[in-house]
């Protein structure tokens, strides 16, 4: 079984993978806009939306985070959801949420807490919201 993160946007899907290919150091595996789509998106959708992604796929260390493009009036910003990164390295992590949190906004620094060595929160400037993680050493 595998469970992934599927990652809803208002037309910035493309933008945001290509920045989380940079910032987490993976490669983006598939993409399709809705244009693109097999089955005649001009005549199922508006023309607005045939640039938009359809569906990406995003590889990371042998992990999958799929992303979309949601249709104009269906667009929800996220809640109750946060995408959590765990990072063997401290000074790794801390340049992730770095990146991760430019342009966003910090939900909490990242620190050290009782758990962890260097941890925090933030929304990136996407909308999406994120935990990075540094794991202690046992």
């Known amino acids: 079984m595998n469970i992934n993160p599927h990652l809803n ?3 910035q899907c ?5 920045f989380y290919e940079n910032v987490l150091g993976g490669k983006i595996v598939f993409s399709m806009t809705w244009g693109e789509m097999p089955g005649g998106a001009a005549d199922q959708f508006p023309p ?11 590889k990371v260390d ?3 985070i799929m992303g979309a493009d949601a249709p104009p009036d269906r667009y ?3 809640k109750g ?6 990072v063997k390295d401290k000074s790794e992590a801390e340049r992730i949420f770095n990146a991760l949190s430019d342009g966003g906004s910090i939900t909490m620094p990242f620190s050290q807490t009782f758990w962890s060595p260097g941890f925090g929160m933030c929304v990136d400037r996407y909308g999406i ?3 990075v993680n540094t ?3 046992m």
Not at 14 to 18: G, R, S, T
Not at 81 to 86: E, K, Q, R
């Open 81 to 86: 959801i946060t995408v959590s990164i765990g």
């Open 62 to 64: 042998g992990q999958t």
């Open 14 to 18: 493309k933008e945001a993978f290509e």
């Open 48 to 58: 607005e939306t045939h640039s938009r992604i359809m569906h990406t796929a995003l």
């Open 9 to 11: 946007f208002n037309g």
């Open 135 to 137: 794991e202690q050493d």
């Open 129 to 131: 919201p994120w935990m």
């Open 76 to 78: 929800a910003q996220p």
